[in-house]
């Protein structure tokens, strides 16, 4: 089991910045991500990190260069910086962790085993 408790979130103007946290305990997983859930549709992977011996990270399209996950091993949180925030970025936004081949954007949000509560971010033009 694995607990995920997210904390960052909140009300921002066009163009800023939020960093969102995720603070993993009980079993540790290698590999974790964020997703996000706008109102009426449905949950979408953001990005996904395999913090092993060779740290990979992928991203949405939508969010490349923009946004940056980030997960420090020792204190076991996983960490999303989002620059250059846009209105369509406004979501719910969720921590996830599993085994790898779940962490991936081309598999279905339906197949992760463990989800944090997660942390609002609205985005204003």
């Known amino acids: 089991q694995v607990q995920l408790v997210e904390s960052g979130g909140g009300s921002v103007q066009e163009g800023e910045s939020l960093r969102l946290s995720c603070q993993s305990s009980?079993?540790?997983?290698?590999?974790m991500g964020w997703f996000r859930q706008a109102p009426g549709k449905e949950r979408e992977g953001v990005a996904f990190?395999?913090?092993?011996?060779?740290?990979?990270?992928e991203y949405r399209d939508s969010v490349k260069g923009r946004f940056t996950i980030s997960k420090d091993n020792h204190k076991n949180i996983l960490y999303l910086q989002m620059n250059s925030l846009k209105p369509e970025d406004t979501a719910m936004y969720y921590c996830?962790?599993?085994?790898?081949?779940?962490?991936?954007?081309?598999?279905?949000?339906?197949?992760?085993?463990?989800w944090g509560q997660g942390t609002q971010v609205t985005v204003s033009s």
């Open positions: 996830a962790a599993d085994i790898c081949s779940r962490m991936r954007l081309d598999r279905p949000a339906r197949e992760v085993n463990y």
């Open positions: 009980g079993m540790r997983y290698r590999c």
């Open positions: 990190i395999d913090a092993g011996r060779d740290v990979s990270t």
